[in-house]
């Protein structure tokens, strides 16, 4: 049986069915599958049925149960999880097991939530097919020689094929909205602050962000609802409230006014996508939305800001993968500084050592003003197209990826082409805005196509309203591969 | 400002900023694509921003200071696991002083 993320929890907490039988069936499901698709790094078999059983045992002494009681979820492999391998998709954290749990997953936790296994991702997150990923690519359960996307493909591969209803997966220009996209999930990145970063191995710490996949709305928003909120732990999570996202889901969208980017429907957008998102829309005008046009005139420029403003926080943050703490160490019986250049020569891939290079390169002596000045001066800018547009307009609408799926190996070669299909992600990244994928009608040959839904910050709420009306009206609502 | 030549020499020295060893032709490899990626990049170049602020970050809220006080931490065993190499209570590392 694949149900979605409310009516596992239903059942669990009704006692209609078990956490333990719960998590036996989705650990079937990844058994059968998972030797095709390769979602998962690590299963988490005999923790994820102890933890159905102690979700069990809790019911069983009358303890009201938590709003994910049973449901299984799969986690990014980016993310810390007591006792189980977190290796971030990187050689060089082959075999680490962090000794404490992220915030996110002690939250999960708390809300009797079963964490059945860690998923495959491009190395520390840089990447939009999962070919970046040192074990291998996960694949599109729509069609197994294209990518699920990246670089939370594993995440999103899980939910597409129902391995699991929902997932996490962490999103720095892209990477839980455009893997949604190409696989016909719905993908949320929050507002950055909305959920604590703590115990996530960061990327570019100021644009990672943690968010829920899920087959529906729903079940995102209630994820959702478990891991935002204020941690002591992260200095850049929000004080902000918690709102009842999943009663924003049954908004009415009447009035709401919806801005369309020009800039988003220009060269290089697939007309199929188009054509599908362009539908979508209209649909929503007609449930009652004020369509209008919008201008966001510095996204040509989104990609190469991004860049090299996530490159440079990359090659700092990546700093910490040095032999000495966690992780591969390779020579260096007698020279310190031979055994940090042999273990990061041999522990990271080729796209990491691409963009640690970019990063201290755009950092350097005589570089800095130049590149790192200057694209953050243009980060500004994007902002502010932003908020010059939500002057007019409550939510922005277009497509999330130019593309649906392409094949595994199609743009392996061409770094610059590959960074290209995030173009439609990354400027509510750099505007740090709530953003989310929700499926609209496939190609003619099947593929899923997204639509992205960005808004205010802080104004979740608002974009499900949206996604959720959208998704009741949506020709993709309950189509699995 | 002109572009800079992005050649094995510079790649050799930015990989020894970021503690990398790579090969020469590694390096070599690199220097092409960085090379294709900073010419990109030079299209930020067309825009006057002498005017606007630098964002460095998004954060909407200062961050607010917590008690003052004690709070559980991972035990020296813990933190000392994961190590590759551990002596006398410590990460053990080469010799970086003679």
Redesign the interface.
Known sequence: MSEGVIAIADRVRSGEQSAEQVARDALARIEARDGELHAFLHVARDAALAQGRAVDARRARGEALGPLAGVPIAIKDAICTRGLPSTAGSRILEGYVPPYDATVIERLRAADAVVVGKTNMDEFAMGSSNENSAYGPAKNPWDVSRTPGGSSGGSAAAVAARLTPCSLGSDTGGSIRQPASLTGTVGLKPTYGRVSRYGLIAFASSLDQIGPFATDVRGAARVLSVVAGRDPHDSTSLAAPVEPFEEACGRSVRGLRIGVPEEYFAEGLDPEVAGSVRAAIRELEAEGCVVTPVTLPHTRLAVATYYVIATAEASSNLARFDGVRYGLRVGGERDLRAMYGATRDAGFGAEVKRRILLGTFVLSAGYYEAYYGKAQRVRTLVRRDFEAAFRDVDVVCSPTAPTPAFRLGEKVDDPLAMYLSDIYTLPASLAGLPAMSVPCAPTRAGLPVGLQIVARPLEESTMLAVAAAWEARSPARDRAP | ?AA?R?DRA??HH??K??????SDS?ADR?AG??A???S??E???T?D?KD??????????R??W?DDRVEPC?SHE??L?????VEEGG?A????VE
């Open positions: 400002m800079p992005i510079m790649v930015v990989a900023l970021a503690s990398l060893s790579l590694e690199f694509e960085l294709r990626i900073v990109y990049v299209q930020l170049e825009l921003t606007v602020p630098p964002t460095a970050h998004v954060q909407l809220d961050a607010p917590r991972l813990d933190a696991a994961q190590a590759p190499r990460f590392v080469p010799t970086f």
